[in-house]
């Protein structure tokens, strides 16, 4: 299984989400992933996030009074539980809405980048800050700061989509926070963020189905011939391997309702009475999906069946105008 789909840099910190290694070759397929990001994907993210960056590393060192610097790191596809599992705890995440697009977007940043950013809020000097939950005076200080970077964030997007984030609340452990399924596919970009002294790994998780269909309206993909040619070969190849690849049919009566001891005391020869009518086709079906009917039959030796329309088509037809 895949780790990443892409990135944008090679650098992270220690003990972060890691990137699928660099290299030619098969790579395996991650079937929880079957859309992944492509190279023009990951570039329009890369402007979106690089201009989002710069804004918010200005709006820090004009709001706190001290250097500060946002930079982008990598855009990763990842899934949400393994966002999750790659997060500090305790940390800060903002759970965040951008309307009109659907979903829930989180923001996360380091306890203490957002203590040394509260400190300079008030006047102090930053260095070391405890690691303790935000007070009633504190967290009207952060949200108000996460709503101007939230700002920043659709100054970014503006070339993409036009959104207006809306922040909700105020997270500090991402393990009891339900904010997507555990195998929702989310990208991820990840910026280091520098507030005076202060250095951290910031976090920006989209949810993949949110953010794919803006970035499907925006792409303008030019294929070569020889590139075109190798699509088309490669839809055939694939197109021809599932035609012949073996699956199980199975044809069946419609299932019955038994008790679990009327079960456990079937013998040989017991009879049970199936609830089928005699003048109902069976059910073809694969993978217990009703595709098809047929009347049982034989051909030779063998037992066979004939397909024939289905029940409703042929009421349909009856009913029809004469």
Request: glycine share 6%; hydrophobic share 40%; with cysteine.
């Amino acid at each position: 299984m895949t780790k990443s789909s892409s990135a944008v840099s090679a650098a992270r910190s220690p003990g972060k989400m890691s990137r699928r290694g660099q290299g030619g070759g098969p790579a395996p397929y991650d079937f929880r992933r079957p859309i992944k990001l492509s190279r023009e994907h990951v570039r329009t993210l890369q402007i979106a996030f690089e201009t989002y960056a710069r804004s918010c590393g200005t709006l820090l060192t004009t709001r706190l009074r001290a250097v500060s610097n946002c930079s982008l790191i990598s855009i990763e596809q990842l899934n949400y539980d393994e966002y999750v599992a790659a997060l500090a705890n305790p940390t800060i995440i903002a759970v965040v809405t951008l309307d009109p697009l659907p979903g829930t977007v989180l923001l996360e940043i380091a306890q203490s980048a957002v203590m040394t950013a509260i400190d300079h809020m008030l006047g102090g000097p930053g260095g070391t800050q405890p690691e303790r939950p935000l007070t009633e005076v504190e967290m009207p200080l952060l949200r108000s700061l996460v709503e101007r970077m939230l700002g920043e964030l659709r100054y970014g997007f503006e070339t993409l989509v036009d959104i207006a984030p809306h922040l909700k609340e105020i997270e500090y452990n991402a393990q009891f926070l339900r904010a997507h399924a555990p195998g929702d596919a989310v990208v991820i970009a990840s910026f280091e963020m520098k507030i005076g002294a202060e250095e951290c790994i910031s976090t920006l998780c989209l949810p993949f189905n949110t953010i794919l269909p803006v970035l499907s309206k925006t792409e303008t993909i030019v294929l070569s011939a020889a590139e075109r040619q190798a699509k088309d070969r490669a839809l055939r190849n694939l197109t021809a391997g599932l035609s012949a690849a073996p699956i199980d049919v199975a044809v069946r009566f419609q299932p019955i309702r038994m008790r679990t001891d009327d079960i456990v005391d079937l013998r040989p020869g017991d009879v049970v009475p199936l609830g089928h009518a005699t003048s109902r086709p069976l059910e073809v079906t694969v993978n217990d999906i009703v595709f098809a009917h047929a009347v049982p039959g034989n051909q030779g030796a063998r037992l066979a069946c004939l397909v024939v329309p289905s029940p409703h088509e042929s009421s349909s037809k009856e009913s029809g105008p004469q």
